[in-house]
């Protein structure tokens, strides 16, 4: 089942979870069926760029890369 696409707000829903101690990855990747990579690149992406993680980044962004 590659290219599972999630709804942004899972995703930062997932991320908070950890974030705030909530819940350990371990337990959410269990709970939603994910791999345990999908949820660190999701973190990453959610610490680097919070709660605007997930959406389209700019045309100048990309470029700053």
Sequence with gaps: MPGRDHSR???L???RQVASGQK???QVCREHNLAESVLLRWRKEYEARGEA???ERETSEIAAL
């Design 53 to 55: 993680a997930f959406t």
């Design 9 to 11: 707000e899972f995703k």
């Design 13 to 15: 829903e997932c991320c």
């Design 24 to 26: 350990r990855p371990s």
